[in-house]
């Protein structure tokens, strides 16, 4: 199995973005999936996590952003893909942001939030 995040980039604070998590080999059916985060000289952090991919919105029914929180999670079944919303963005947010499923990391998407 393979994970490909991508949608990083530069943005101001105040800013949002979306990265994407593709997976190849295997499906995203009722797995776990977590996005971390790994800032310059930090260790990797938890930032956002589902216990069951199948139970996360789709990312264009328009119920992605209705929880509370500024980083919410949403899938595409046809793509095969998990996304990471991001909203509110803070500069102590930059880093490399990585998808993780079945025991494997993708590679990573570098986000920097510029003051």
């Known amino acids: 199995v ?3 995040a991508s949608g990083g980039g530069l943005v101001q604070a105040g800013g949002s973005l979306r990265l994407s998590c593709r997976a190849s080999g295997r499906t995203f059916t009722t797995n776990a999936v977590g ?3 790994q800032a310059p000289g930090k260790q990797r952090e ?11 919105p789709y990312v264009n029914s328009g119920n992605v952003n209705s929880g509370k929180g500024r980083f919410t999670m949403s899938r595409d079944s046809a793509k095969n893909t998990v996304y990471l919303q991001m909203n509110s963005l803070k ?6 942001y990585y998808c993780y499923a079945w025991g494997q990391w993708g590679q990573g998407t570098l986000v920097t939030v510029s003051s």
Not at 46 to 56: I, K, P, Q, R, Y
Not at 91 to 96: H, I, Q
């Open 46 to 56: 938890l930032v956002a996590e589902s216990s069951n991919v199948g139970t996360l």
């Open 91 to 96: 500069p102590e947010e930059t880093g490399v």
């Open 35 to 37: 996005w971390y985060r």
């Open 2 to 4: 393979q994970l490909q």
